[in-house]
């Protein structure tokens, strides 16, 4: 059975940090490339970042570039973002997601999801 587990989340003040965590089991993390996704209150799932299966590639939201980082760790079967300057609108659930397919920005071409973690930044 595939299981992601997100951790890490919390609230934070305006201009602080804090890293998520996304460990897998039942399926081998190497093989896949994986996303960090996010949603706020009110809207829809929206693509954070993505990570290519060696980490050579990476890709952002333009919103959270330069603040945000992606990275992985395939012999821990782990996966994080690392979340720098953060602001008040990054208030959302984050959710971790395995693909098949080469680092994808929609939502509905991920495979298995984690159950999220909620970032709460206050002002």
């Known amino acids: 059975q595939v299981r992601l587990v997100e951790s890490g989340g919390g609230l934070v003040q305006a201009g602080g940090s804090l890293r998520l965590s996304c460990a897998a089991a039942g399926l081998t993390l190497s093989t896949y490339y994986m996303g960090w996704f996010r949603r706020a209150p009110g809207k829809g799932r929206e693509f954070v970042a993505g990570?290519?299966?060696?980490?050579?590639?990476?890709a952002y939201a333009d919103s959270v570039k330069g603040r945000f980082t992606i990275s992985r760790d395939n012999a821990k079967n782990t996966v994080y973002l690392q979340m720098n300057s953060l602001k008040p609108e990054d208030t959302a659930v984050y959710y971790c997601a395995v693909t098949t397919l080469y680092i994808r920005r929609q939502a509905n071409e991920y495979n298995y999801w984690g159950q999220g973690t909620q970032v709460t930044v206050s002002s």
């Open positions: 990570i290519s299966r060696s980490s050579g590639d990476t």
